[in-house]
C-alpha cells in the first residue's frame, strides 16, 4: 500500500494555495483602490484607510509565503512582492529628483509592500496629519505611492496568473508532477514550509531581537514594525504552515507522516509545538518593535518555541519523509 501523494497535492492546492492566493490578490487590488483614493484627496480619514487597507493586504501574503516555491520562486515573485527590510536610498532618489519614476529601476526592497508600508506609516514617531503634509508638499511622493500601488496589484495579478493562468496554469504542473527527489512537488512544498519557520525564527525574531548572530536588538530588521504588525504576521506565517501540515479539508503532511510512522508520535509533538508557538505569541503585549526590549523573557519564549518547530521539521518530518532540504533566503529577502 503507498500513500497518494498526488492526492494529498491536489487537495493543499486546491483548498488551501489557490484560496489564499486569490485573497491576496483581492487584497493587493483593494489596496491599490486606496492608495489612489488618498492620492486624489489626501486626508487623515482617507490615509487611515489605506493604512488599514496595507495591513490587511500583508497580513493575506503572510498566508501565502509558504507558498514561494517552483515556478513563483524562480519568478521571484517574493522579492517583487515584499522584500524587506526597507531600502531608503532609492526612494529618496527618486522622490527628490525630476524624471519620472521607473518602477524596474527602484530596488525590490523600495517597492511592493516594503516600500507601501514606508510611504504610508513613514515611522513610529509621527503622526498621520505629518504624513498627509509630506504628501502635500510633494507630489513626487503622490506618484510615487501610485505607482508602487500599481505595481504591486500587477505583481499580485501575475501569481495569480501564474497558478491559475491559461497560460502557466502551475497548479496542473504541481498536482501531477512525477518528479521524485528534490524536484518532486511535495519536496518543495515541505521546503516552502520549512523556509518559512526557519525565516520567522532567523529574520522575523531571532536577529532583531539579539538572540541569533548578535546580542544586541535592532528593531530596523523587523519586518512592519512601522505598522506594528510585525507579530501578527509571525503569528499568520506559522499559523499557514499548520493549516498545510494537518490540513481539515483533505489530506495533509499530517497524514503522510503518520502512514509512514505507522502512529502520531511525531504529528503529536508538532500540533503540541504549534500551540506553544500560539501561547507565546499571546504572552506579548505590545508591538514587537518595543517588546524585544521590554518583553525580554517572553521573546526567548517565543524563540524557544519557533526554534522547537524548526528542529522538529527539520528532523523528523523531513526524515520520515525523506525530503531533501535546499537553502532557505531567510536573511530577510
Known amino acids: 500500500e503507498v500513500f497518494d501523494s498526488k492526492e494529498m497535492i491536489a487537495d493543499i492546492t486546491k483548498n488551501i494555495i489557490l484560496p489564499s492566493i486569490s485573497n491576496f490578490e483581492k487584497q493587493a487590488i483593494l489596496l491599490e483602490k486606496q492608495a489612489l483614493a488618498f492620492a486624489q484627496n489626501p486626508t487623515e480619514e482617507s490615509l487611515v484607510t489605506a493604512q488599514e487597507q496595507w495591513k490587511n493586504t500583508a497580513v493575506s501574503y503572510a498566508n501565502i509565503y509558504a507558498f514561494n516555491i517552483g515556478v513563483p520562486k524562480k519568478k521571484f515573485m517574493h522579492h517583487l512582492l515584499y522584500n524587506w527590510p526597507v531600502f531608503v536610498n532609492d526612494f529618496n532618489k527618486a522622490t527628490a ?3 519620472k519614476i521607473n518602477i524596474d529601476k527602484i530596488s525590490t526592497r523600495s517597492k511592493g509592500l516594503t516600500g507601501l508600508e514606508y510611504l504610508l506609516f513613514v515611522s513610529n514617531d509621527i503622526s498621520n ?9 510633494n507630489p513626487k ?12 496589484k500587477k505583481q499580485a495579478l501575475k501569481l ?38 526557519g525565516t520567522v525564527k532567523k529574520a522575523k525574531l531571532g536577529k532583531p531581537a539579539g538572540l541569533q548572530g548578535s546580542s544586541s536588538t535592532n528593531y530596523d530588521l523587523l519586518q512592519a514594525y512601522r505598522s506594528e504588525i510585525s507579530l501578527q504576521l509571525i503569528r499568520n506565517n506559522i499559523a499557514s504552515v499548520q493549516k498545510v501540515y494537518f490540513n481539515t479539508s483533505g489530506s495533509g503532511i499530517a497524514d503522510n507522516v503518520r502512514f509512514i510512522s505507522k502512529n502520531n508520535n511525531i504529528n503529536d509533538k508538532i500540533r503540541n509545538q504549534f500551540a506553544n508557538i500560539d501561547k507565546a505569541i499571546d504572552q506579548i503585549h505590545m508591538p514587537l518593535r518595543l517588546a524585544i526590549d521590554q518583553q525580554k523573557k517572553p521573546i526567548e519564549k517565543l524563540f524557544k518555541e519557533i526554534t522547537e518547530l524548526v528542529w522538529l521539521l527539520n528532523n523528523d518530518v523531513r526524515s520520515t519523509l525523506s525530503i531533501i532540504v535546499t537553502p532557505t533566503d531567510n536573511d530577510g529577502d
Not at 496629519?129 to 508638499?137: C, E, M, Q, S, W
Not at 511622493?141 to 504591486?152: F, G, N, P
Open 129 to 137: 496629519k505629518k504624513i498627509v503634509d509630506l504628501f502635500i508638499a
Open 141 to 152: 511622493r503622490v506618484s510615487y505611492l501610485i505607482t508602487v500601488a500599481k505595481d504591486l
Open 160 to 197: 495569480s496568473e501564474i497558478w491559475n493562468g491559461q497560460q502557466e496554469n502551475y497548479q496542473e504542473v504541481f498536482i501531477n508532477n512525477a518528479e521524485t527527489g528534490l524536484k518532486s512537488s511535495l519536496n518543495m512544498l515541505c521546503n516552502g514550509l520549512f523556509n518559512v519557520v
Open 97 to 99: 529628483s525630476d524624471n
